[in-house]
């Protein structure tokens, strides 16, 4: 199992960026699909990207594409969600995951595929 730990949220105008960070443990890491995902206040947890266990495949939710940017660094044992053009509607509390299947050649994208999960970090855009 993968130990999780989020960074990098807080409060932002509507149009202004946030760069959230996802810092792992474990040897498998880098063997993951990772996953952010975002839960606001009366809503279900939904799918924000995901990104394939070498970072050559993203995948993204209609509702983020062209304004955010999931990237990783293997080396440094890191997920990254760079997000830009923020709205009010992007409010909530974003989760970095690590899928359960090792080196699978398949960028998943739904919650139960997930494993492990942070503890979560807020991310506010006021209006």
């Known amino acids: 199992q993968v130990l999780l730990v989020e960074s990098g949220g807080g409060l932002v105008q509507t149009g202004g960026s946030l760069r959230l960070s996802c810092a792992a443990s474990?040897?498998?890491?880098?063997?993951?699909?990772m996953g952010w995902f975002r839960q606001a206040p009366g809503k279900e947890r939904e799918f924000v990207a995901a990104?394939?266990?070498?970072?050559?495949?993203?995948v993204y939710a209609d509702s983020v594409k062209g304004r955010v940017t999931i990237s990783r660094d293997n080396a440094k044992n890191t997920v990254y969600l760079q997000m830009n053009s923020l709205k009010p509607e992007d409010t909530a509390v974003y989760y970095c995951a690590a899928a359960k299947v090792l080196l699978s050649t398949t960028v998943v994208t739904t919650a139960a595929e997930f494993g492990s999960w942070g503890q979560g970090t807020q991310v506010t855009v006021s209006s």
């Open positions: 474990g040897r498998t890491f880098s063997s993951a699909v």
């Open positions: 990104i394939s266990w070498s970072g050559r495949s993203t």
